[in-house]
């Protein structure tokens, strides 16, 4: 079957564009004023000459600004339940919010390896605000930028050493 890594986060943190940037495709379709995702939420994805599967979860959403938290529960347990290892996404442009505490407050009851990875941080001055997803207490912050690429490098050396 081989190693599966769930992108886990609530809508708009940048899960699609994460997804397209390590499954190198187009696959999943990102809309910016609604996040909503379409098509595919499978791909394939390689790195160091290590392949894997990554699920991009977002596609379970339909309505960013109506999720309930019973939704967020059925999409993390699902993730938890399918993945090898869980990248946990987050939005260092809003910070933390009631919806990533819920999402931290499951993960935090699974045993599956957990990446925390703050997105958007196109630029340096973003990597110390980046600093409060510690708080979670589930473990190094890995601080990304999907759109650029920038960060990722590190994310992958930390993610394949989970398998
Ligand atoms: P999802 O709902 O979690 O799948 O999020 P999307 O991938 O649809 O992205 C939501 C919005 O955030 C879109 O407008 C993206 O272009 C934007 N976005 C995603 N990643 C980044 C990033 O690294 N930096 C910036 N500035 N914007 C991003
Ligand atoms: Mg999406």
Known sequence: MGNIVAIVG???????????????????????????????????AEWIGIEFSVIDTGGYTVNSDDI????????????????????????????????????????RKSDKPIIV???????????LPASEFYSFGLGDVYCISSSNGGGTGDMLDALVATF
């Open 117 to 127: 990875v703050a997105n958007k941080v196109d630029t340096n001055d973003r990597i």
């Open 68 to 107: 309930f938290e019973d939704e967020i529960k059925k999409q993390v347990e699902l993730a938890i339940d399918e993945a090898t290892t869980i990248v946990f996404l987050l939005d260092v442009t809003t910070g933390i919010t009631d919806h990533d505490e819920a999402i931290a407050g499951f993960l």
């Open 10 to 44: 609530r809508p708009n943190v940048g899960k699609s564009t994460l997804f397209n940037r390590l499954t190198e495709r187009r696959d999943a379709i990102v809309d910016s004023t609604s996040g909503v995702t379409r098509d595919r939420h499978y791909g394939k």
